[in-house]
């Protein structure tokens, strides 16, 4: 019976995050079908004559109107398009503060003047406890005025809670006291979304010396800096 159970566990884990990708992959295909599908013409599309539906035909359109999309916003005219239309929605109540706000999370999310580049090691939420943040930036404007005048310079730092990374904190901290650590950002990802049981592969520590060369670099990086 024991042999039986480790085989029915080893089996489930191998088993259940094939399945689950594959029902997630199988149900966005779908949606996006179900979106664009109804906006193509049906002599324009495949199903008109086969007999049997292609799932995916909608995602491949979808994926090349986006394409298009951010083509011709590369060009004057498209630019001029987007700006007036950026206008129109700002002068639109309500739509105005949805529209930016959106604008600005996706902004930030794929850009990557603002993406996380290393992760690190502060002790929150007291001494002695130590938590996984990924390095955003260092402090600029008007929090770094107010900390320059200390002659220290802070660290941005996302905090991303267990089990689910989306939410978390925005925290400053000054850059002696953060540790930088070797393993990189999906590494450390794994562990804060596993709470410690999946690890990097190679996982070895950065010594004090090592810690401060790769900080004196993050700064010299423009990326970041």
Same mark, same amino acid.
């Given at each position: ?8 566990l080893?089996?489930?884990? *191998?088993?259940?995050?094939?399945a689950?990708t ?5 149900s966005?295909?779908?949606w996006?079908?179900?979106?664009v599908k ?6 324009y ?5 086969l ?11 979808a994926?090349?109107?986006?394409t ?7 060009s ?10 950026e ?15 959106l604008?600005q ?7 990557s003047?603002?993406?996380?580049k ?13 938590? *996984?943040?990924l ?5 600029k ?8 005048a200390d002659?220290?310079e ?13 939410s ?20 450390a990802?794994k ?5 410690g ?9 950065v010594?004090?010396?090592?810690a401060t ?5 993050r700064?010299r ?5």
């Amino acid at each position: 019976m024991t042999r039986l159970r480790n085989y029915f566990l080893t089996g489930f884990v *191998i088993c259940a995050p094939l399945a689950i990708t594959a029902w997630v992959t199988w149900s966005f295909v779908r949606w996006v079908d179900g979106w664009v599908k109804p906006y193509i013409p049906l002599r324009y599309t495949p199903d008109a004559y086969l007999p049997f539906a292609i799932p995916g035909f909608g995602l491949v359109v979808a994926l090349l109107l986006i394409t298009l999309v951010g083509f011709l916003t590369a060009s004057l005219i498209g630019r001029t398009v987007v700006d007036w239309s950026e206008r129109l929605l700002g002068r639109t109540p309500l739509v105005r503060s949805l529209y930016q706000a959106l604008k600005q999370i996706f902004e930030t999310v794929f850009s990557s003047q603002s993406s996380f580049k290393q992760a690190a090691l502060i002790e929150y939420p007291r001494r002695g406890i130590w938590s *996984i943040v990924l390095i955003a930036t260092t402090a600029k404007g008007e929090i770094a005025s107010i900390f320059e005048a200390d002659g220290q310079e802070m660290l941005a730092v996302f905090l991303p809670p267990t089990p689910n990374p989306t939410s978390g904190f925005l925290l400053y901290v000054p850059r002696e006291d953060v540790k930088i650590l070797s393993m990189g950002v999906e590494d450390a990802m794994k562990l804060v979304v596993s709470a410690g049981i999946v690890g990097p592969e190679t996982d070895r520590p950065v010594t004090q010396a090592e810690a401060t060369r790769i900080v004196e670099e993050r700064a010299r990086d423009p990326e970041v800096a």
